[in-house]
């Protein structure tokens, strides 16, 4: 399944990094922002575990997430302000790194690191802010199914429904909360009408 955000903060969030003005260092905040919102969207019904603490009324029984079962994995480079924005709110959070890059003339995505912990009987948010022609995430996918997580749950902002699709079709096991889909992949694989390269608007290396 794949659920397009409907918040209209996250669209006015998605439409603010898609304005040329926006410069790296608040694009990478509005970035962690959007991802903030998407990732308490899709933990909705995450487990939660029974703790006790003490409150200023004394001991109190509470539900907290149960973070030790969850992973979080960006996709480096653009994946790092989704990590950073997620990280904000669940701080203990473990997580893993893949580092992928896209070749410019096939568009075909290559591993070039891994750092995954156990992934077994854990859910994965895997993030990463584009799903262009979805090869990277069906990579990265594939990749992470091999290390047997419970689940993987893909994070992504801006998306178009041909590469949404090829993601549906290799792994329909997948839910996917994405905060846009856009119109359509263009010519040489760019979303419109998108935002860009998203790794290149993050890190000022646009020139
Ligand atoms: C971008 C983006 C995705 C990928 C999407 O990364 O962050 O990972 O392209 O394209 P696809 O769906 O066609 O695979 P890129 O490879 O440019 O690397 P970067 O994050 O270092 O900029
Ligand atoms: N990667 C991006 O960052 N943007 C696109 O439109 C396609 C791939």
């Known amino acids: 399944m794949y659920k397009e955000s409907s918040n209209v903060v ?5 439409n603010r990094l898609r304005d040329v003005r926006t410069a790296s260092n ?24 029974s703790q006790n603490i003490n409150t200023w009324q004394g001991s109190l029984d509470v539900q907290m997430i149960e973070v030790q079962k969850l992973v979080l994995v960006p996709i480096l480079r653009a994946g790092e302000p989704m990590l950073t924005g997620i990280l ?10 893949l ?8 568009s075909l995505s290559k591993l070039f690191y891994e750092n995954i912990p156990n992934l077994e009987g854990r859910t994965v948010l895997l993030l990463d802010p584009m799903v262009a022609t979805g090869g990277s995430l069906i ?40 905060a846009q889909i ?8 760019y979303i419109r009408p998108g935002l860009g ?9 646009n020139d």
């Not at 580092?99 to 096939?106: G, H, I, L, Y």
Request: net charge negative.
């Open 10 to 14: 996250v669209k006015h969030l998605v």
């Open 139 to 178: 990579d990265g996918i594939d990749f992470l199914k091999g290390k047997n997580p419970k689940r993987i749950i893909s994070l992504n902002v801006l998306g178009s429904p041909e590469g949404i699709k090829k993601v549906q079709e290799a792994h329909p096991d997948v839910d996917i909360y994405i």
């Open 88 to 97: 904000k709110t669940l701080p203990y959070a473990r997580s893993g790194f």
């Open 26 to 49: 608040e694009f990478r905040m509005t970035i962690e922002e959007i991802s903030r919102i998407i990732a308490a969207e899709a933990l909705c019904d995450f487990e939660t575990v």
């Open 99 to 106: 580092a992928m890059k896209r070749d410019e003339e096939t």
């Open 197 to 205: 390269d998203a790794g290149d608007r993050a890190f000022n290396t």
């Open 182 to 189: 856009d119109e359509r992949l263009d010519e040489n694989n």
